[in-house]
């Protein structure tokens, strides 16, 4: 056994309480990053693509001004 399932199973039999608030507070700061990950995938996959050849026409161009690092 490693020393963290040692630590672990102690800390789940001397004070169930604390383990399980640990638990929780892990959990609610891991979530928003889970739910944004999968939130990008479903916009990666599910999003709707814009024609832009039908929406501005065949024959359209497009004049960029400014920087372009993105910040």
């Known amino acids: 056994m490693s020393i963290f399932t040692d630590i672990s199973h102690l800390a789940r039999t001397s004070c169930p309480y604390f383990y ?4 929780f ?4 700061a891991i979530l928003p990053y ?3 990950i999968l939130h990008g995938i479903y ?3 599910f999003r709707k693509r814009l024609n832009l050849k039908q929406r501005y026409g ?7 001004t400014g920087s372009s690092e993105g910040t």
Request: aromatic share 24%.
């Open 20 to 23: 399980y608030f640990a638990v």
């Open 25 to 28: 507070l892990g959990a609610a």
């Open 34 to 36: 889970f739910f944004t």
């Open 43 to 45: 916009k990666l996959i």
């Open 58 to 64: 065949e024959n359209t161009w497009a004049l960029i």
